[in-house]
């Protein structure tokens, strides 16, 4: 599975952004789907999950409530919309592709990245 995402820019604290990773290869329908992010020097962390059929979500403490991961296998694409952004938003954005049940937070279990999107939080 390739991931290309995208959507990433400069965005005014409180403003919205919609994150998209296109994906290409294998079946997209067979692989949970998850964003992380990652400040330089520090570890990657996980932001939302989502299953195969987009039925199941889960989501980082930090950013529930004001994101919303959501998927649509007949464009292989699955979607990061970011609300309320704050400062501490900022940063690279992965999407990943996991050959697991359910959903995953754990970046071990994801077997394919994208190259990342960076998201900036500045007024």
């Known amino acids: 599975v390739q991931l290309q995402a995208s959507g990433g820019g400069l965005v005014q604290p409180g403003g919205s952004l919609r994150l998209s990773c296109a994906a290409s290869?294998?079946?997209?329908?067979?692989?949970?789907m998850g964003w992380f992010r990652q400040v330089p020097g520090k570890e990657r962390d996980f932001v939302a999950t989502?299953?195969?059929?987009?039925?199941?979500?889960y989501y980082a403490d930090s950013v529930k409530g004001r994101f919303t991961i959501s998927r649509d296998n007949a464009k292989n694409t699955v979607y990061l919309q970011m609300n309320s952004l704050k400062p501490d938003d900022t940063a690279v954005y992965y999407c990943?592709?996991?050959?697991?049940?359910?959903?995953?937070?754990?970046?071990?279990?994801?077997?394919?990245w994208g190259q990342g999107t960076l998201v900036t939080v500045s007024s």
């Open positions: 290869g294998r079946s997209f329908s067979n692989y949970v």
């Open positions: 990943a592709a996991a050959p697991v049940d359910n959903y995953s937070s754990s970046s071990a279990q994801y077997e394919y």
């Open positions: 989502i299953s195969w059929g987009g039925d199941i979500t």
